[in-house]
């Protein structure tokens, strides 16, 4: 009965953590770049452009509440990221 969905979930969840794991590299990046020029790991200015960002990609907007949230904890995780390769 489910089986399609679940497929189909599976193969986005394939997908995301791929995207996940490249954003991550990224983040031991910048965590570097800011570790060269003596630059903290929060920017609050950043993370509010992100979350507006990030929120205007979406087509149906009644999903904006769960992008943001979403984004908020991704960044949370980044910054712990960062902090580990500072």
């Known amino acids: 009965m489910l089986s399609v969905q679940r497929t189909k979930i599976d193969a986005i969840d394939r997908e995301l953590v ?38 205007g990609y979406l087509e ?9 949230e979403l984004y908020t904890h991704l960044m949370r995780l980044s910054k712990e990221h960062q902090r580990q390769q500072m």
């Open 60 to 68: 149906d907007s009644r999903y904006a509440d769960m992008v943001a």
């Open 18 to 55: 791929r995207l996940l794991e490249a954003r991550m590299q990224v983040v031991e990046e910048v965590a570097r770049i800011k570790r060269e020029h003596r630059l903290p790991v929060l920017d609050v200015a950043r993370e509010a452009q992100v979350i507006e960002r990030v929120t």
